[in-house]
């Protein structure tokens, strides 16, 4: 449990308002996006933010991959274990975010913008599939003169794990790069998460440059995907590139690369680095009349597998704990945690080699 001031896990990226309403092809069609899908907003889908508002019954919930992640950690965890930090404007949409962190015991440290609003993302629902536009606004100034600061970095160093979303990869990878440096150093535990599959796609140096120091990967299929296209791995099952990207080599060699990799309603594959097969663990079963909402499953998946990590549990128990808040989340509109038991997972964990 952390005290005085020191927070167990980091974590890293941009604090956003989640705008989400119900959708359509037709909307999908006007603002020229997927059903399923993670972008950045340019000029054209401007107007969706208000679109969102004032004619689709949007609800506001505070959001952002990372802090959506950092939340569901320190949903499962003890008092004062996770620490967020990201960039907001000087405006009552960051006072929102305040509110929904504390409320979630979630400690933030943002670094503040006056001359940008904070950050929003428009979430368009369509059945069970979203599709996610963001304009990062005062999120993409976070700068790295705020991580490394007086106030902030006893508070990092301080820390045991640190957690990137691949969504900073866009806004400051120098903050992405001191912390991966200082775990390599320090024999912290370092992680990073896809994100979306532009990241790999159109961020691949950034991504790339961190790779060496991560000691988790965590993902889904299409992220996979994406990455297998960029970096040469095209026509590769998602248990090879699972393998391939675990394979990689590390600066800190006293740890195993272990990549995560989420599928759905499918098994979610894992593989470590140096390790032959790629094991597969079948998801928790909901029902389709208990699914309220996708978003953040994958954000919510990665909180419950941190905390795993942070109490010191297996991969199995950790990707276990992942998906059941996962399980959860999808239950509430959002990725949203409501107070219920939190289940006790056995100490073994039945899996299956996944085939190449």
């Not at 399923?36 to 949007?58: S, T, V, Y």
């Not at 979303?165 to 200082?182: D, Y």
């Not at 000691?215 to 889904?220: A, E, K, L, S, T």
Request: aromatic share 8%; charged share 20%.
């Amino acid at each position: 449990m952390a005290s005085k001031g020191e927070y167990t896990l980091l974590c890293l990226e941009n604090p956003l308002l989640d705008i989400q309403g119900q959708g359509d092809a037709a909307m999908l069609e006007k603002y020229g996006l997927k059903a399923n899908d993670a972008i950045l907003a340019e000029e054209k889908h401007m107007g969706i933010f208000d679109d969102l508002l004032n004619n689709r019954d949007a609800k506001l919930i505070a959001g952002g991959a990372a802090q959506n992640t950092a939340r569901g950690a320190q949903y499962i965890l003890p008092p004062s274990s996770v620490l967020f930090i990201g960039c907001v404007g000087a405006d009552s949409t960051a006072d929102t975010l305040r509110d929904a962190c504390k409320k979630a015991g979630l400690h933030v440290e943002y670094l503040v913008d006056p001359a940008q609003p904070t950050g929003r993302c428009g979430v368009v629902i369509t059945g069970h599939d979203r599709s996610l536009v963001t304009h990062l606004a005062a999120a993409n100034e976070y700068k790295l003169s705020h991580l490394t600061s007086p106030e902030i970095w006893p508070l990092a160093r301080a820390a045991r794990m640190y957690y990137v979303g691949g969504f900073h990869l866009t806004v400051c990878p120098p903050a992405a790069m001191a912390l991966a440096e200082e775990a390599a150093k320090e024999n912290k535990v370092f992680v990073v998460n896809l994100s979306a599959p532009f990241i790999p796609q159109f961020f691949k140096d950034q991504l790339d440059s961190l790779m060496p120091y991560c000691d988790y990967v965590i993902g889904n299929e299409t992220e996979a995907a994406a990455y297998a296209e960029s970096h040469g791995l095209g026509g590769k099952s998602v248990s090879e590139i699972a393998a391939a990207i675990a394979g990689i080599e590390k600066v800190n060699k006293g740890r195993k690369r272990v990549v995560v990799i989420t599928q759905g309603t499918e098994e979610t594959l894992v593989a470590v680095q140096g390790e032959s097969g790629v094991k597969g663990f079948k998801v928790h079963d909901v029902g389709k009349e208990e699914i309220c909402d996708t978003t953040g499953a994958g954000d919510a998946f990665a909180g419950g597998f941190l905390a795993g990590l942070v109490e010191s549990k297996s991969v199995e128990e950790s990707v276990h704990m992942g998906q059941w808040l996962a399980s959860l989340s999808i239950k509430e509109l959002g990725p949203q945690y409501v107070i219920v038991l939190f289940p006790v997972f056995p100490s073994s964990s039945k899996a299956r080699n996944s085939p190449g």
